[in-house]
């Protein structure tokens, strides 16, 4: 596997297992804290930090076992995931009638802009294919 896309892999799993525990671990203390849009449970913050999680250790395992034949989640499948997992957040935050503060807008505007250019820049790499081992 190429250098570039390992670390394209890492970057990107990085980024995905770091928000995914914080979801996960604390869902009311991270909302609060980042001023992101509130909710009455901690389900679906805890269920998303568990995706963003599993994303980002499959990421690890692809990066990790390639040498080894080990497969875990492509950058083809995190390419399809950043770019519309991003355009999603930023449609909402576009178009979306979110009442949070301005700490909020800055964290999930700055989120899903790192998020769509990592999947760009997994794109323009085409680090999706594996020609070269």
């Known amino acids: 596997m190429k250098v570039k896309y390992k670390a394209l892999l890492i970057i990107d799993g990085i980024v995905n ?7 996960l671990l604390f869902p009311v ?4 804290l980042l001023g992101l849009p509130p ?3 901690n389900f679906y913050p805890s269920i998303l930090g568990a995706v963003l999680f599993g994303i980002g250790v499959a990421l690890f395992l692809e990066a990790a076992g390639f040498a080894k034949g080990i497969r875990g989640l ?3 499948g995190a390419i399809v995931i950043n770019i ?3 355009f999603v957040l930023i ?4 178009f979306g009638s979110l009442v949070i503060p301005l700490k909020g807008r800055i964290i999930l505007w700055t989120i899903g802009v790192v998020i769509f250019l990592i999947g760009i820049a997994e794109m323009v790499t085409k680090s999706w294919g ?4």
Do not use: P
């Open 84 to 86: 519309i997992g991003s």
């Open 29 to 32: 203390g991270i909302i609060d």
């Open 17 to 23: 297992a770091v928000l995914g525990v914080l979801l």
């Open 39 to 41: 909710t009455n449970t």
């Open 74 to 76: 492509g950058l083809g």
């Open 91 to 94: 449609c909402w935050l576009i």
């Open 130 to 133: 594996y020609d070269e081992q």
